[in-house]
């Protein structure tokens, strides 16, 4: 498996997903500490301008000593208030305690209630200092030539505090429910590119890979894009090695080809260069020289006919898989070949019997068929004893005609049937040497019906050998 790296894409996603999602959440919870703290303050500000107009409604129509007694009762209600009731001539009539007597005072009226706020600036947490000392001060027309200047502290650290803090535990919880779906994000998108990669890995050492899951997003058609080119690289790697195998299989029996033709041609070479050597040294004697001349000639004959059998088989080497292909009488193409091998089947007295109807045509290349049944006809004559039969006979059966040729009194030994068409062989009776027996029929048989793509099989039957052949009609 491939190694995971600790900075894979899994980690990479997570930690920018991290990040941005601490980006929005730090800015929403600063904006909304901000929000908080401004709607804190306007809504105390509107509470201090409420409370004073209603007391300044309930003096209205009153004397200055029962506005006295409502000012002293406005104040012990609302301690956070200091106070000072002043006269038309600016006399105090009623003043708190903690009044101080410094304070700027706007005038102002009851239509129009204007309120002046001061900060402290001493040190501190400056966004909750500004609720601990910020003041409300106020000069209000009270009737009867009467004013009241305020002096009102705010109070809303507290209040503050307590909604901050629950909004920390919210955007806490937030922030905790972020991190674990960036988790699962990640890990949504990385896990099938860790899968990509991992496969890609194996792909590139060609070992085995499962077929990816089916996913309908770009991941997985890249998954299954990755999968169909692994297919054709593994087909095409063992094209490959087939090939290779093939062209070794092909070298191999090149040589040993080469080696089988070398020492077929150099005995009877040896032997023809005996005889001259035997006619020079007087050896033989000129009386016998015909005798050893027509022997000669024999021996020269056969080389020339296993030559030209080679050149055959070299031909057919060479031959492309789409060889040109003709409608052919299977009759007519088997008398012309039987015409060649007939003064032999006669010397031998063999019985030939044909059984094949005059009208079947099929599509064959006429060149290398009939070079099949002149090797196989000619192969069935020579292994067969005189006065044997030799039996032709066709079938047609589903859009094939089945073509077989039987010769009596042969018999191939069941251990060496796979081995019968290899060049020069000979460990049976059906390749011994003899007249015209170049040990090239069947291997040429079997290339020329390779190239046809045509099956074929050779076995033993009915105390004979049987050659079978299914040619499409």
């Known amino acids: 498996m491939i190694k995971r790296k600790f900075f894979g894409i899994f980690s990479k996603v997570f930690l920018y997903t991290m990040l941005i999602l601490l980006f929005v959440i730090g800015g929403m919870f600063l904006l909304f500490s901000n929000q908080i703290q401004s709607t804190i303050a306007l809504t105390q500000q509107q509470q201090f301008s409420e409370t004073l107009m209603r007391f300044v409604e309930q003096t209205q129509g009153r004397t200055k000593e029962e506005i006295i007694v409502l000012t002293q009762d406005f104040h012990s209600w609302n301690p956070s208030f200091e106070l000072s009731l002043l006269n038309e001539r600016r006399e105090v009539l009623f003043q708190t305690d903690g009044f101080a007597s410094n304070i700027m005072i706007s005038t102002i009226s009851n239509e129009n209630l204007e309120i002046m706020s001061g900060t402290s600036s001493e040190s501190g947490d400056l966004s909750i200092q500004r609720f601990q000392i910020a003041r409300q001060t106020a000069l209000l027309p009270i009737g009867n030539g ?6 009102g502290s705010l109070s809303g650290a507290s209040i503050y505090r307590e909604i901050l803090g629950g909004a920390a535990w919210v955007f806490a919880i ?6 674990l779906a960036a988790f699962f994000f990640a890990r949504l998108i990385a896990k099938p590119i860790q899968r990509v990669s991992s496969d890609t890995h194996m792909m590139a050492r060609l070992l085995p890979v499962d077929p990816p899951k089916k996913r309908n997003d770009e991941i997985g058609q890249l998954s299954k894009d990755v999968y169909a080119m692994y297919g054709r690289l593994k087909t095409t790697v063992c094209q490959l090695e087939r090939e290779v195998e093939r062209v070794k299989l092909m070298e191999e029996n090149q040589r040993y080809f080469f080696s089988a033709a070398s020492h077929e041609l150099k005995t009877p070479i040896a032997a023809v260069s005996g005889i001259f050597e035997g006619m020079l040294s007087d050896v033989i004697t000129k009386e016998e020289y015909p005798v050893y001349l027509r022997e000669g000639m024999r021996l020269a004959k056969e080389q020339t006919k296993l030559v030209s059998e080679i ?14 292909k003709e409608p052919i009488n299977l009759r007519q193409c088997l008398e012309g070949v039987l015409e060649q091998l007939s003064i032999l089947i006669e010397s031998k007295e063999q019985l030939l019997t044909i059984n094949v109807a005059g009208d079947i045509t099929c599509q064959l290349n006429y060149r290398l068929f009939s070079k099949v049944l002149s090797n196989v006809l000619l192969n069935a004559a020579q292994n067969s004893p005189e006065l044997s039969e030799i039996c032709i006979t066709t079938k047609e059966d589903e859009g094939l005609v089945c073509l077989t040729v039987w010769n009596e009194g042969a018999k191939i030994p069941e251990g060496i049937i796979s081995k019968i068409y290899e060049p020069f062989y000979r460990d049976d009776e ?28 050779i076995k033993n039957a009915d105390g004979g050998v049987l050659f079978q052949i299914n040619i499409p009609i």
């Open 146 to 151: 009467l004013h009241l200047q305020v002096d």
């Open 174 to 179: 937030v922030t905790l429910t972020s991190l």
């Open 311 to 324: 050149l055959e088989l070299v031909k057919l080497d060479g031959e492309m898989p789409s060889l040109e």
């Open 430 to 457: 059906a390749r011994t040497v003899g007249e015209g027996r170049s040990g090239l029929g069947l291997t040429i048989v079997k290339k020329a019906l390779d190239l046809m793509e045509l099956p074929f099989e």
